[in-house]
């Protein structure tokens, strides 16, 4: 079956042989798009990362399931099922509840009831932390008050998925 249906042809105004002349015209009904990328979805389990690149600045709530990571700068509080990624040069300012923190940027702001909290090299938290466990790098810094080992009604939801 033909993807269009072909209707030029060849002139003494268009020189150019049948293949080298402008494409032909193809009816709506005949177009099929060429460019469409297909991705499988995930498994039921598994779920996806969304990203807020390095060129954005974005101010308002990231809420839902699945995986955060922030490259730019965002304004606003994060509550979110699965983990929470800030990468080096990235800047959030506001509330942090998510399963696994990982913080590279900057944190102004309280990171709430997280099973796991790493903070990387060149990581700032300015704002208290109350997690599972903590993982602070050299390098990094941090003003606030923090508590971890402490196991609340929050964080067993987060780490047990209910």
Do not use: C
């Given at each position: 079956?033909?993807?269009?249906?072909?209707t030029t042809t060849p002139t003494s105004s268009n020189p150019l042989p049948p293949?080298?002349?402008?494409?032909p015209e193809r009816s709506i009904l005949d177009q099929t798009p060429t460019n469409v990328?297909?991705?499988?979805?995930?498994?039921?389990g598994d779920v996806g990362e969304s990203v807020i690149a390095a060129n954005l600045s974005i101010e308002g709530?990231?809420?839902g399931a699945g995986?955060?990571?922030?490259?730019?700068?965002?304004?606003?509080?994060?509550?979110?099922?699965?983990?929470?990624?800030?990468?080096?040069?990235?800047h959030l300012t506001g509330q942090v509840l998510a399963g696994i923190v990982i913080v590279g940027g900057e944190l102004q702001g309280n990171i709430q009831s997280a099973k796991?909290?790493?903070?990387?090299?060149?990581?700032?938290?300015?704002?208290?932390?109350?997690?599972?466990?903590?993982?602070?790098?050299?390098?990094s810094r941090m003003r606030g008050h923090v508590?971890?080992?402490?196991?609340?009604?929050?964080t067993s939801r987060l780490i047990d998925g209910k």
């Amino acid at each position: 079956m033909a993807l269009w249906k072909e209707t030029t042809t060849p002139t003494s105004s268009n020189p150019l042989p049948p293949a080298a002349a402008s494409p032909p015209e193809r009816s709506i009904l005949d177009q099929t798009p060429t460019n469409v990328v297909r991705r499988a979805k995930p498994a039921s389990g598994d779920v996806g990362e969304s990203v807020i690149a390095a060129n954005l600045s974005i101010e308002g709530k990231i809420e839902g399931a699945g995986n955060v990571r922030i490259a730019g700068r965002f304004k606003g509080d994060v509550h979110i099922d699965g983990n929470f990624n800030i990468e080096p040069g990235a800047h959030l300012t506001g509330q942090v509840l998510a399963g696994i923190v990982i913080v590279g940027g900057e944190l102004q702001g309280n990171i709430q009831s997280a099973k796991r909290v790493d903070v990387l090299e060149g990581g700032v938290i300015v704002g208290d932390v109350k997690a599972g466990s903590i993982t602070v790098a050299a390098g990094s810094r941090m003003r606030g008050h923090v508590e971890f080992g402490w196991e609340d009604e929050k964080t067993s939801r987060l780490i047990d998925g209910k």
